[in-house]
Every structure is written in C-alpha cells, then in structure tokens.
C-alpha cells in the first residue's frame, strides 16, 4: 500500500508552487456533490478518470484536490494531504485504482466532516427496493460476488467498490458517485455474461479497465440511491468450517473496528474521526441485519449462499 502524510498550509502551498509550472490537465469532477478537482501532466490518468467520473462545472469552485505527478525525490506510491484545505499530493502513482479511490476518500473526508455522510468501501445493489451492500478485505470476493448478482434482471447497482451512506430518518440511504465502474479482466471468466465488454487491449497493467456495465445489464439498471436493509461481510478463511454467521450490533463493530472499517484507503485516523464513524455505525449497525460469508467454496456456491440471504431467483 502506498503511505499518507499529513501536513500543514504552509507546506502544501511550497508543493504547490512546486508543480504548477507542471500542470497541463485540470479537470474538475462531481463524486456525490462534492466538486473534486484533478491536477496533473499525465494524459492516460486523466482520460481514464474522465471516463471514471461525472463532469461538473468548470465554474464551480473545488472542494478538494488532487494533484498527480512524478517526482524522483519521493518513493512510489507516497500521499502527502493537507487535511485543512482538503488538498492531496499523489506522487509516482502507476494503479488508477488507488487514485480512483483517494479521490472517492477526499470527497467522504469533505463529507463526513461536514454532512454526517459516511464512506463504506464495498459495493452496494438494490434488490426490489432492499439496499444490499458487501464488504470485505481485498481478495475476499466483493466484486465477484457483486456482479454475479446482477445476472438477476431484478438486481440493479449503486457502487460495485465504494458507495456513500447516511441516517435519514429511520433509514439508512446509500448513494453512488461514479459513472462507469473500473472493473478487472476476470471478471468475464467467471461470469460470461460480461465477457466482451472491455477489448482485451484496453485493459491496462493491472488488467482493469473503466466500463460501462450498461451494455451488459441495461441503462435502467444503475441506481443512484438505496435504502440500505443488508450488509453481508465476506471473508476468506479455509480453517472455518462455518460458511454463514448472522452478526449482532456489537460484534459488528467489533469487526469493522479492526479491521479498519474494511478502508484503507482513509486519510485521516485520529480519535476525532474515529468518534464520527463509530457513532456513523452504530446507527448503521441497529438498522440492517449483518451476516458474515465465509468465501472459501467456488465463485457460484458462494453465489448462491448470498442470493438464499437476499432472497434472490437461484437461477445463474
């Protein structure tokens, strides 16, 4: 994982005076009313961002920004983010899906300081009117999972990797923010469905690629809201014979807890934000019911096990 560093006004506005003469691209975008702004020199970052999320207003003044250069005095992979102006260096950066996500993480900063709305690193679908969110550490099958349940016609998405959520009353709504979803190569070996969708060429090193999921599952099928009734926590351990656990509140949290709410990718931890989160999931926790999956058979027997709890058609 890359490493994050915080630091003062005074030194982001030096680095900023460091790599204006740099600029080339500025691009503002949208990612859940925030105006994000991204700032860099490189020309296939910035296209596959464009294609990633929604426009907005060149008149618009940013909530927050991101600047993406190489630079030989840092390691690869560093973050230096100023928390006061909401400002992040993303320095000798090659994975767009850690750009990607710092971004979706500026905009649950600006969010959750501000809004009370609260960023979930998972995917979230709706299934007739039931918001259904799945969330784990990486390798644990979250997009796999995911996509195979949107073979069900009656399945539609909100956010197949992070989704923003907040109290409404007695329920808990969950809001997407991107346009297209950057999706890996295997996911059209496991489900054949969604074979084609990106040409092999397009994929970049990481063999991931930006894609609209609409030629696949159709237009109306992208949801930009839910209300949220199920959360289901996969995780991938052989030694576990039990394939499914129904979790009460407090064992929840004990469980998003450490493992770091399932996010590496916030950008501030102190006992400030951890306040904001735990009282966030509390409410959360005392809305929905929580299972925990245990992933360890194959793509379509895990599959299934998640449709039986979300009361999905068997049929795939």
């Not at 000798?92 to 990607?100: A, H, P």
């Not at 030629?215 to 839910?226: A, F, V």
Request: net charge neutral; charged share 25%; aromatic share 12%.
């Amino acid at each position: 994982m890359y490493t994050i560093t915080l630091i003062s006004q005074d030194e982001k506005e030096t680095l900023v005076q460091q790599f204006t003469p740099r600029i080339r691209y500025e691009i503002k975008s949208e990612i859940y009313g925030c105006c994000i702004k991204f700032i860099s020199d490189n020309l296939v970052i910035k296209d596959t961002w464009q294609e990633n999320f929604y426009a907005i207003s060149q008149n618009v003044r940013s909530h927050g920004r991101i600047y993406l250069f190489d630079d030989p005095a840092y390691s690869a992979d560093t973050v230096i983010f100023d928390p006061v102006s909401k400002t992040a260096f993303l320095l000798n950066f090659r994975y767009y899906g850690w750009v990607k996500s710092l971004a979706l993480s500026l905009a649950g900063d600006i969010l959750e300081d501000e809004h009370g709305i609260f960023s979930i690193h998972g995917a979230c679908v709706d299934i007739g009117g039931v918001g259904l969110c799945l969330i784990g550490t990486s390798g644990s099958g979250k997009t796999t999972q995911t996509y195979g349940l949107l073979k069900d016609p009656h399945t539609r998405i909100v956010g197949d990797d992070w989704f923003f959520s907040r109290v409404f009353g007695p329920e808990i709504l969950a809001y997407g923010s991107e346009k297209n979803f950057y999706i890996r190569q295997d996911l059209e070996t496991v489900w054949k469905e969604f074979e084609g969708l990106v040409k092999a060429g397009d994929y970049d090193n990481e063999k991931r690629a930006v894609a609209d999921i609409r030629w696949i599952i159709g237009k109306g099928r992208i949801l930009p809201l839910t209300t949220l009734r199920i959360i289901i926590v996969l995780k991938r351990d052989p030694e576990d014979r039990n394939t499914v656990e129904t979790l009460g509140p407090d064992a929840a949290m004990k469980m998003f807890e450490e493992n770091n709410y399932f996010n590496p990718h916030l950008l501030v931890n102190n006992s400030y934000k951890k306040a904001i989160r735990t009282r966030y999931l509390t409410e959360l926790l005392n809305r929905t019911t929580v299972y925990l999956v245990n992933t360890t058979g194959t793509p379509a027997e895990t599959q299934r096990l998640i449709r039986s709890l979300a009361g999905v058609s068997q049929a795939i």
